[in-house]
């Protein structure tokens, strides 16, 4: 089912996508760099480059030069995220492909994700307006501040639903409302078209990331790509294991979750240092990160957290009502649709 709602989504746009693909490659000129292709071309979902040319083509005025630097920018600036957040969590997987970092070592990672960065930008700067490249800068401010944010939270059972909305609103939302916004105002559409399209795009972007955060504890790792229980593991307490913690009285909640505190003992060895042996090995072991899990499917926790999600998708789809969407209505629709129902 979500693969065939992820392919009416992205139908009318696909020849489109296709020469997007060729603007990266063609992109990374240097043959060091072209050692990320594998990645990029890896099964990736092109959901980001896909909304940017869904919204271009929801206006009457796209400059499709314009939308294609634009869509290959954004995913280039989206791989270059998951290069560094991959080193950040030691993940030895991407895509059912080994990570960048676990296949060339940590330090060309590093500067391939700056090298992504930079190709993006160079595209972002040859577009006819400097708004959208703007758009994109603080985007990419809003990237970082929310993964720094997540970092600071790590193993804080205090997390609030608030703040994890802050962050994820930050980290992976922003990038894919910023999509949306971008093609709508290289497509022509009104500025309240454009209003509503970073709408949907942002509320899809929140949904994407919680059903991400419900994958992690319930997925299973041949179709997400890259190990399960990974979020948990690092001390990510997602939107499901905040509400498991307000789920359990004090002395269950203080129980199931020792290992976890214990972790994050462990897990540095003086303020803000990273111990080398979590790029090798977990550092929970995997029966208390089972037992976590399950307790979130049996208390509820996850399906709480999904119907979060699902409120997160009426609002996006609602952002659209009364809008000329030029023939796209079904598209967005399954995109917003796939996104609830997807298992990778």
Not at 30 to 41: E, M, Q, S
Not at 123 to 138: E, F, N
Not at 247 to 257: E, T
């Amino acid at each position: 089912m979500s693969a065939a709602l992820l392919d009416q989504a992205l139908s009318p746009v696909r020849a489109q996508l296709q020469a997007v693909t060729r603007r990266i490659v063609s992109q990374l000129e240097d043959p060091v760099a072209r050692k990320v292709v594998y990645l990029i071309t890896a099964g990736g979902k092109r959901l980001r480059p896909a909304l940017v040319l869904l919204a271009g083509a929801s206006g009457r005025a796209a400059n499709q030069t314009a939308l294609i630097d634009t869509a290959a920018a954004v995913e280039l600036i989206h791989t270059a995220t998951l290069i560094h957040d991959d080193i950040i969590d030691a993940s030895p997987l991407r895509r059912s492909q080994p990570t960048f970092h676990h296949r060339w070592g940590t330090e060309r990672a590093v500067l391939m994700g700056d090298y992504l960065y930079a190709s993006a930008f160079t595209l972002l700067a040859r577009l006819p307006t400097p708004y959208v490249m703007r758009v994109m800068a603080d985007v990419c401010r809003q990237l970082c501040r929310g993964e720094l944010r997540e970092v600071e939270a790590r193993y804080r059972l205090d997390l609030t639903e608030e703040g994890y909305l802050d962050i994820i609103r930050d980290k992976t939302a922003s990038l894919i409302g910023g999509c949306s916004h971008s093609g709508a105002y290289l497509g022509g559409c009104a500025p309240g078209m454009v209003e509503h399209l970073t709408g949907f795009g942002v509320n899809v972007g929140l949904a994407f990331q919680i059903i991400d955060d419900c994958l992690d504890l319930t997925g299973d790792a041949r179709h997400l790509g890259k190990s399960g229980l990974a979020d948990l593991d690092k001390g990510t307490l997602s939107l499901p294991i905040i509400y498991l913690t307000q789920r359990l009285s004090p002395r269950a909640r203080a129980r199931l979750f020792a290992p976890l505190r214990a972790s994050a003992a462990a897990s540095l060895t003086g303020r803000g240092r990273f111990r080398a042996s979590r790029r090798s090995a977990r550092i929970m072991d995997a029966q208390s990160l089972a037992r976590i899990a399950h307790a979130a499917r049996a208390t509820g926790a996850i399906d709480q957290a999904q119907r979060r999600a699902q409120r997160f998708i009426r609002a996006a789809t609602d952002a659209l009502s009364r809008l000329p969407m030029n023939g796209l209505t079904g598209a967005y629709h399954a995109l917003a649709d796939y996104t609830i129902a997807r298992r990778s």
